[in-house]
């Protein structure tokens, strides 16, 4: 069992940097009133080394993008209604492994990545970018109100156990597409989710474990690099030990009963991955491109802003836009606060195209941000249209 960590456990020193935080915050935990908790705002202020000012904006940012993904209409109370909720989202998230397991012994939710399943290259040439980022942020956070959800039941801080399995590692995993995406991934999920994992067990570590861990190591947080323990042979034995043996599925060597619908798969229903069919392939899901795009160069470190007046509330707002190499940052604003979650996206396989249904007339503002380059400008072809 760990030492808990309690509300009473609290300075008076972090408390009123938590009083301070709740008070800038106000307007988005109004909005979004479950994320307004003790451990919620510790989790950014350890993360960010107490410092107030930039908790405040990364909390606004992360409010803002779920909203954008209206994750303030969506909660549930178990892990398999949160696994089937995440595998709904998108016919490619079958083949994304991860999915959550339950609960250890000292109730912190264990979620498992059995990552070298992934078939990254197959994936990014089905399916647009952003679809794999905003499955896995809405994954996370539906995971983090189930922590919530027990820290406010039990009155301590929990977190999440993450499971890594590198079964079946190959070097095409690290082949310089896939493994840009992968690790843009990673960086939008330690941005919106401070301090998030408790503890990382990788298991079936390949031989090639020093080149692996080298590529992803960069953008690794301090506090998950610390957190990190990889498990000799013995890994299914220490797994047990760790989480409780009760709460672990067989494919990981444990005893934790197989759900019914997960027809006696010895992984329950966690997802595992595996190559993505054809039919998924973008080719073969007959997109209409547009006829006619505009380009626009936006330089490195400079972003360009396109305004699109919708003048009446009801309307669609459809976008459709390639990148001529590289990554740009895409949002959609209004007022202020994004409609569309902000992602580093690449277009190399897939191009990006999306519409939200606009609830209020007024000036949307479409933003391709190049400010993260150093040297090379970026040509967007795209095509924007209001019906």
Same mark, same amino acid.
């Given at each position: 069992?760990?030492?808990?960590?309690?509300?009473?456990?609290?300075?008076?020193?972090?408390?009123?940097?938590?009083?301070?935080?709740?008070?800038?915050?106000?307007?988005?935990?109004?909005?979004?009133? *479950? !994320? $307004?908790? =003790?451990?919620?705002? +510790?989790?950014?202020?350890?993360?960010?080394?107490? /410092? &107030?000012?930039?908790?405040?904006?990364?909390?606004?940012?992360?409010?803002?993008?779920?909203?954008?993904?209206?994750?303030?209409?969506?909660?549930?109370?178990?892990?398999?209604?949160?696994?089937?909720?995440?595998?709904?989202?998108?016919?490619?998230?079958?083949?994304?492994?991860?999915?959550?397991? *339950? !609960? $250890?012994? =000292?109730?912190?939710? +264990?979620?498992?990545?059995?990552?070298?399943?992934? /078939? &990254?290259?197959?994936?990014?040439?089905?399916?647009?970018?952003?679809?794999?980022?905003?499955?896995?942020?809405?994954?996370?956070?539906?995971?983090?109100?189930?922590?919530?959800?027990?820290?406010?039941?039990?009155?301590?801080?929990?977190?999440?156990?993450?499971?890594?399995?590198?079964?079946?590692?190959?070097? $095409?995993?690290?082949?310089?597409?896939?493994?840009?995406?992968?690790?843009?991934?990673?960086? &939008?999920?330690?941005?919106?989710?401070?301090?998030?994992?408790?503890?990382?067990?990788?298991?079936?570590?390949?031989?090639?474990?020093?080149?692996?861990?080298?590529?992803?190591?960069p953008v690794l947080a301090t506090?998950?690099?610390?957190?990190?323990?990889?498990?000799?042979?013995?890994?299914?034995?220490?797994?047990?030990?760790?989480?409780?043996?009760?709460?672990?599925?067989?494919?990981?060597?444990?005893?934790?009963?197989?759900?019914?619908?997960?027809?006696?798969?010895?992984?329950?229903?966690?997802?595992?991955?595996?190559?993505?069919?054809?039919?998924?392939?973008?080719?073969?899901?007959?997109?209409?491109?547009?006829?006619?795009?505009?380009?626009?160069?936006?330089?490195?470190?400079?972003?360009?802003?396109?305004?699109?007046?919708?003048?009446?509330?009801?309307?669609?707002?459809?976008?459709?836009?390639?990148?001529?190499?590289?990554?740009?940052?895409?949002?959609?604003?209004?007022?202020?606060?994004?409609?569309?979650?902000?992602?580093?996206?690449?277009?190399?396989?897939?191009?990006?195209?999306?519409?939200?249904?606009?609830?209020?007339?007024?000036?949307?503002?479409?933003?391709f941000s190049n400010e993260h380059?150093?040297?090379?400008?970026?040509?967007?072809?795209?095509?924007?249209?209001?019906?």
């Amino acid at each position: 069992m760990t030492q808990d960590f309690t509300s009473e456990d609290i300075s008076e020193d972090v408390r009123f940097q938590i009083d301070e935080v709740r008070k800038r915050c106000a307007s988005e935990f109004s909005k979004y009133p *479950g !994320y $307004d908790t =003790d451990f919620s705002i +510790i989790r950014w202020l350890t993360t960010y080394n107490y /410092d &107030v000012d930039v908790v405040v904006q990364k909390i606004k940012l992360t409010i803002s993008t779920y909203l954008a993904l209206n994750l303030n209409k969506v909660s549930y109370d178990t892990v398999e209604e949160v696994n089937d909720h995440v595998k709904a989202l998108t016919p490619l998230a079958e083949y994304f492994p991860g999915g959550l397991m *339950g !609960y $250890d012994n =000292d109730n912190n939710l +264990i979620f498992v990545h059995a990552v070298a399943r992934t /078939d &990254v290259t197959g994936l990014i040439a089905c399916g647009r970018v952003s679809e794999l980022f905003r499955m896995c942020t809405t994954e996370g956070e539906l995971a983090l109100k189930l922590v919530r959800k027990k820290e406010s039941e039990l009155g301590k801080k929990l977190g999440i156990k993450v499971i890594v399995d590198l079964e079946g590692f190959s070097l $095409d995993m690290l082949s310089s597409s896939a493994l840009k995406v992968y690790l843009n991934l990673l960086v &939008v999920l330690q941005r919106i989710f401070p301090d998030f994992a408790s503890q990382v067990f990788v298991v079936n570590c390949p031989t090639l474990l020093s080149l692996a861990y080298a590529a992803v190591k960069p953008v690794l947080a301090t506090q998950i690099r610390e957190r990190i323990e990889f498990l000799r042979s013995d890994w299914r034995e220490k797994l047990c030990e760790a989480l409780g043996s009760e709460n672990v599925y067989p494919q990981w060597g444990g005893t934790k009963l197989i759900p019914s619908k997960a027809n006696g798969k010895p992984s329950g229903t966690i997802r595992m991955g595996g190559p993505a069919p054809d039919n998924l392939r973008y080719e073969n899901n007959n997109i209409t491109e547009p006829d006619s795009l505009t380009t626009v160069n936006v330089p490195a470190r400079y972003s360009e802003t396109i305004e699109v007046n919708v003048d009446s509330p009801g309307k669609t707002l459809k976008w459709f836009f390639k990148c001529s190499s590289g990554d740009i940052d895409f949002g959609i604003k209004k007022n202020g606060s994004y409609v569309w979650p902000k992602y580093r996206l690449t277009t190399e396989f897939v191009p990006e195209y999306g519409f939200i249904d606009c609830g209020e007339e007024g000036i949307y503002e479409l933003s391709f941000s190049n400010e993260h380059g150093k040297l090379w400008s970026k040509d967007i072809m795209y095509s924007i249209d209001v019906e």
